[in-house]
C-alpha cells in the first residue's frame, strides 16, 4: 500500500478545518454580527504575532495563567501554545456556546469560561487574577462597545496582571480603541499584519503606574 508522508496527510487534513471554521464563523456573524466583529476567523499569521508578545513561558511559575478573551474558533489559543504557553495555563473567556463547545473539545486541558469578558470584574469567577496572570490576550471586537467598556475591560485587565506584564489585542483600525493615558498605562503597536484579511495590528497596553491619576477611578467603575 501506498504511504502517505505524514506533513501530506496534515495539509489534506488542513483546508477541511479550516472551510468549517469560516462557515460557523460566519453562521456566527450572521446571527451576532457586533459579537463577532468580524466574518473570518483570524489568520495563524495574526496568531502567531499576538503571541509573540505573550512573556518567554520558560519564565512562568507552576500556577501560571494566560487569559484570553474572544477567542472564537481558537486560532489565537493554538498560537500560544504554539509559543510554548502549556495549555492548563490558559483560561479562555468566550461568550457563544458553539465556540466554547468546540474549544472544550479543541483544548480539553484549558479552563473554559462561557462568559461575558466585560464583566471580568463583577461575573466572573474571583479567582481570576489570583494566580499570576503572565498575559491577556483579547480579541474582542472592542469597538463595537461604548469608551468606557472598552477603558474598563483593559483597566480590569491590567489591574489583575503582574506588574509589566502586556494586554494583547489585535486591531483592523487605523485609530486605537483606548487611548493609553486615560487608563494609565503605555502602548506598543506591531508593524501591520498582511498576510491577514484585512490586514490587522497588535496592540500592547501595559501599566505605567506614572500616567494619568484619573485611571483608578476607571477601573474602580466595574
Ligand atoms: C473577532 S472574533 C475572534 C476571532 C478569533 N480570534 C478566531 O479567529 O476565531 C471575536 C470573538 O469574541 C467573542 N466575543 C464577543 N463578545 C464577547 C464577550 N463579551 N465575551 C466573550 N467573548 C466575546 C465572539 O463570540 C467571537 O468569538
Redesign the pocket.
Known amino acids: 500500500m501506498l504511504e502517505i508522508p505524514q506533513r501530506r496527510r496534515q495539509e489534506a487534513f488542513r483546508p477541511r478545518i479550516k472551510v468549517s471554521d469560516e462557515a460557523r464563523?460566519f453562521r456566527?456573524w450572521l446571527q451576532r454580527p457586533l459579537?463577532?466583529?468580524?466574518v473570518s476567523?483570524?489568520s495563524r499569521a495574526l496568531g502567531r504575532a499576538m503571541a509573540s508578545y505573550v512573556p518567554d513561558p520558560e519564565t512562568f511559575k507552576p500556577n501560571s495563567k494566560v487569559l484570553e478573551?474572544?477567542?472564537?474558533?481558537?486560532?489565537?489559543t493554538q498560537m500560544l501554545i504554539e509559543r510554548g504557553v502549556p495549555e492548563r495555563s490558559l483560561v479562555l473567556?468566550?461568550?457563544?456556546t458553539e465556540?466554547c463547545r468546540l474549544l472544550k473539545a479543541r483544548f480539553p486541558a484549558a479552563e473554559i469560561i462561557h462568559g461575558?469578558?466585560?464583566g471580568i470584574g463583577a461575573s466572573l469567577p474571583a479567582w481570576i487574577g489570583v494566580d499570576p496572570l503572565e498575559a491577556v490576550v483579547s480579541?474582542?471586537?472592542l469597538f463595537t462597545k461604548p469608551d468606557e467598556m472598552r477603558e474598563q475591560v483593559i483597566g480590569q485587565s491590567l489591574d489583575r496582571l503582574r506588574p509589566g506584564a502586556p494586554f494583547i489585542q489585535f486591531s483592523y483600525a487605523l485609530t486605537t480603541p483606548v487611548k493609553a493615558k486615560k487608563i494609565g498605562a503605555k502602548l506598543e503597536t506591531s508593524p501591520w499584519v498582511k498576510r491577514n484579511l484585512p490586514p490587522a495590528r497588535v496592540l500592547v497596553y501595559r501599566s505605567d503606574r506614572t500616567a494619568s491619576p484619573t485611571a483608578p477611578a476607571v477601573r474602580r467603575a466595574v
Open positions: 464563523f456566527g459579537v463577532m466583529g468580524a476567523p483570524s478573551l474572544g477567542p472564537g474558533t481558537g486560532v489565537v473567556v468566550e461568550y457563544s465556540f461575558d469578558a466585560y480579541s474582542l471586537p
